[in-house]
């Protein structure tokens, strides 16, 4: 009722503030200035002193509120996540006192935007909050510290992305993702229905890329791809962001070359940037990977797990033509240290677009890259390029050809020696964010049983 009763006004001599952002808050000190954000942190002292660290998506501002300006109803009920709007001088800090940018605001006038309820975020998440809790509240979730960092780092990761490509003369395709065809087996397909017709959501814009070769050359696409993954594993989501390149008239060792290529700049782009420090605040120890990568092939790789006991759950050990699980896999990178390109895997445990090697026919032209404490953040190969065999790579998979037809007349009109790759973002991101999961490295994840927010 005290506190109802009590209005502050602006003070009319003092001067007109300009409205600034946090980011450029240091530039700014010593002038009245006018901030708009969310309470981030808030802690009274006695009735006379509040502190609220405020934020703005560029950044966090200590503001400190005296007397009637935190004796006000909108003071007293105010709660975190609240929005509000603060006038007042930033003074840098003297020696000893701690805030953000070393600087507070001191508030002459305040005005509430959007009021939060009493305790603020902590009634949708607290340090008691499972995991399930966790992920109901991630609209919630994301305005805390680390998630906003990986959501900035991912935005300045795309923006590397097509800076490398744009640099190195590829052109961005924006390829459709509601389709007729597969390209990585049934298993994974989401079908839908389309206008009566069965449809799935794409696994990968692989097929129209290479379509669009003849058209613009070495080119790329950044699109969503679906796989209707079974299993929750770490680095596994139903929904991600697919970064794909191809590249007409390449061998398949300037293919890696390009792969290689992709990744240390893309890293060393990022760490040139203004934002390097998204990635140091999150892992303090990265470092951009030197070239060359390490190259392997697989036939080695199943001779690795044998030599280092790496086995099946039922102690017997991988043998050649056995796909190498996650598990396995992730051992012997994590006992590596360092990238792996893996080489030349079996057809029968790959796709049908891929070709065989000269030197061995049971062996394709493809590439796993491997990163430690992530696994496969890469999937690539040369394609197919002769007609007949191709036919004969959709008839060992049972697949109809009719759906196909334009995929096939890129063998008939033109074709060429070509490849390409997908790279997960989300997997990209963990390993330079070093997360422990693929799940944190996205907005809302999608992946069994969870489809919101
Ligand atoms: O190895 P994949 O299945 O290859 C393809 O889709 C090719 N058609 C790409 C191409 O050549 N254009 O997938 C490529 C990459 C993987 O290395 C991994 O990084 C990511 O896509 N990926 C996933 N990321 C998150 N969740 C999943 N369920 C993923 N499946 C694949």
Same mark, same amino acid.
């Given at each position: 009722?005290?506190?109802?009763?009590?209005?502050?006004?602006?003070?009319? =001599?003092?001067?007109?503030?300009? #409205?600034?952002?946090?980011?450029?808050?240091?530039?700014?000190?010593?002038?009245?200035?006018?901030?708009? *954000?969310?309470?981030?942190?808030?802690?009274?002292?006695?009735?006379?002193?509040?502190?609220?660290?405020?934020?703005? *998506? #560029?950044?966090?501002?200590?503001?400190?509120?005296?007397?009637?300006?935190?004796?006000?109803?909108?003071?007293?009920?105010? &709660?975190?996540? &609240?929005?509000?709007?603060?006038?007042?001088?930033?003074?840098?800090?003297?020696?000893?006192?701690?805030?953000?940018?070393?600087?507070? !605001?001191?508030?002459?006038?305040?005005?509430?935007? *959007? &009021?939060?309820?009493?305790?603020?975020?902590?009634?949708?998440?607290?340090?008691? =909050?499972?995991?399930?809790?966790?992920?109901?509240?991630?609209?919630?979730?994301?305005?805390?510290?680390?998630?906003?960092?990986?959501?900035?780092?991912?935005?300045?990761?795309?923006?590397?992305?097509?800076?490398?490509?744009?640099?190195?003369?590829?052109?961005?395709?924006?390829?459709?993702?509601?389709?007729? @065809?597969?390209?990585? *087996?049934?298993?994974?397909?989401?079908?839908?229905?389309?206008?009566?017709?069965?449809?799935?959501?794409?696994?990968?814009?692989?097929?129209?890329?290479?379509?669009?070769?003849?058209?613009?050359?070495?080119?790329?696409?950044?699109?969503?791809?679906?796989?209707?993954?079974?299993?929750? @594993?770490?680095?596994?989501?139903?929904?991600? @962001?697919?970064?794909?390149?191809?590249?007409?008239?390449?061998?398949?060792?300037?293919? $890696?070359?390009?792969?290689?290529?992709?990744?240390?700049?893309? &890293?060393?782009?990022?760490?040139? =940037?203004?934002?390097?420090?998204?990635?140091?605040?999150?892992?303090?120890?990265?470092?951009?990977?030197?070239?060359?990568?390490?190259?392997?092939?697989?036939?080695?790789?199943?001779?690795?797990?044998?030599?280092?006991?790496?086995?099946?759950?039922?102690?017997?050990?991988?043998?050649?033509?056995?796909?190498?699980?996650?598990?396995?896999?992730?051992?012997?990178?994590?006992?590596?240290?360092?990238?792996? !390109?893996?080489?030349?895997?079996?057809?029968?445990?790959?796709?049908?677009?891929?070709?065989?090697?000269?030197?061995?026919?049971?062996?394709?032209?493809?590439?796993?890259?491997? !990163?430690?404490?992530?696994?496969?953040?890469?999937?690539? =190969?040369?394609?197919?390029?002769?007609?007949?065999?191709?036919?004969?790579?959709?008839?060992?998979?049972? $697949?109809?050809?009719?759906?196909?037809?334009?995929?096939?007349?890129?063998?008939?009109?033109?074709?060429?020696?070509?490849?390409?790759?997908?790279?997960?973002?989300?997997?990209?991101? #963990?390993?330079?964010?070093?997360?422990?999961?693929?799940?944190?490295?996205?907005?809302?994840?999608?992946?069994?049983?969870?489809?919101?927010?």
């Amino acid at each position: 009722e005290e506190a109802r009763a009590i209005v502050i006004q602006q003070d009319a =001599s003092l001067p007109q503030p300009k #409205t600034i952002k946090i980011r450029s808050a240091k530039e700014s000190r010593d002038v009245r200035v006018k901030v708009f *954000g969310w309470v981030h942190r808030l802690r009274r002292q006695g009735r006379v002193l509040m502190f609220v660290v405020l934020r703005d *998506g #560029t950044g966090y501002l200590q503001c400190v509120f005296n007397d009637q300006l935190c004796q006000t109803y909108d003071a007293v009920t105010l &709660a975190t996540e &609240a929005t509000i709007c603060v006038y007042g001088v930033i003074k840098s800090l003297p020696e000893g006192k701690t805030a953000p940018d070393g600087h507070e !605001m001191v508030v002459d006038y305040w005005e509430l935007i *959007g &009021a939060s309820p009493a305790g603020g975020a902590d009634n949708l998440l607290n340090e008691e =909050s499972g995991v399930d809790v966790m992920l109901d509240n991630r609209h919630m979730l994301i305005r805390g510290d680390n998630m906003s960092k990986m959501l900035k780092l991912r935005s300045v990761l795309i923006k590397a992305f097509r800076d490398h490509y744009y640099d190195r003369g590829y052109f961005e395709i924006t390829p459709p993702t509601l389709v007729q @065809t597969q390209v990585e *087996g049934g298993a994974t397909l989401f079908k839908l229905d389309y206008f009566g017709q069965e449809a799935y959501l794409t696994q990968s814009s692989q097929l129209y890329l290479e379509t669009a070769t003849p058209a613009v050359g070495d080119c790329y696409c950044i699109a969503q791809s679906y796989r209707a993954e079974q299993s929750r @594993t770490r680095r596994h989501l139903a929904e991600y @962001t697919h970064i794909e390149g191809e590249c007409p008239f390449v061998t398949f060792e300037e293919l $890696l070359d390009r792969i290689e290529d992709l990744i240390v700049d893309v &890293a060393q782009r990022v760490m040139d =940037s203004p934002f390097a420090h998204l990635v140091t605040d999150l892992n303090p120890n990265f470092k951009v990977p030197k070239k060359p990568f390490k190259r392997m092939d697989y036939t080695d790789a199943i001779k690795y797990l044998k030599e280092h006991n790496i086995t099946k759950d039922d102690g017997t050990f991988y043998e050649f033509g056995d796909d190498i699980p996650e598990a396995p896999e992730r051992k012997m990178t994590d006992e590596i240290n360092e990238p792996i !390109m893996l080489c030349r895997f079996p057809a029968e445990i790959k796709s049908f677009y891929m070709p065989r090697t000269k030197e061995d026919n049971r062996l394709t032209e493809s590439v796993d890259v491997l !990163m430690p404490n992530v696994g496969e953040i890469v999937g690539g =190969s040369m394609r197919t390029w002769k007609y007949e065999e191709l036919v004969d790579g959709f008839k060992k998979n049972n $697949l109809p050809l009719e759906p196909y037809y334009w995929y096939l007349d890129l063998r008939k009109y033109g074709s060429c020696p070509h490849g390409g790759y997908g790279l997960g973002l989300e997997r990209y991101l #963990t390993w330079l964010a070093n997360r422990q999961h693929i799940r944190d490295c996205t907005i809302y994840p999608r992946f069994v049983d969870r489809c919101r927010p």
